[in-house]
Nanobody, 115 residues
Framework: QVQVLESGGGLVQAGGSLRLSCRASKRLFDFHTLAWYRQAPGKQRDLVAAITTIGQTNYTNAVKGRFTISRDNALNTVYLQMNNLVPEDTAVYHC?????????WGQGTQVTVSS
């Protein structure tokens, strides 16, 4: 059963912006802290940003001041606004909950930043 659907990735030049969307099932959205993770080629998957059910947010240091995570309760959707992108942000971005066990990983959405 698919519980999240990620979209919004693409190819962008350094300094550009993208907004990722994660449409979640209502039960997942209403009861879980959700997060964006990313996995670059040859590297482990890391948490990038998280948002609780009441809108509290947390970011990894590498994206603080550039990325903003938000949620739309009417659409069961979590967003990741990414500004001032750098080539090191290139990765497949996934949406998942924070609490273990994590859900099965979907396809994610590819973000590629050219220099």
């Amino acid at each position: 059963q698919v519980q999240v659907l990620e979209s919004g990735g693409g190819l962008v030049q350094a300094g550009g912006s993208l907004r990722l969307s994660c449409r979640a099932s209502k039960r997942l959205f209403d009861f879980h802290t959700l997060a964006w993770y990313r996995q670059a080629p040859g590297k482990q998957r890391d948490l990038v940003a998280a948002i609780t059910t009441i809108g509290q947010t947390n970011y990894t240091n590498a994206v603080k001041g550039r990325f903003t995570i938000s949620r739309d309760n009417a659409l069961n959707t979590v967003y990741l606004q990414m500004n001032n992108l750098v080539p090191e942000d290139t990765a497949v971005y996934h949406c998942n909950r924070v609490i273990r066990p994590l859900l099965s990983w979907g396809q994610g959405t590819q973000v590629t930043v050219s220099s």
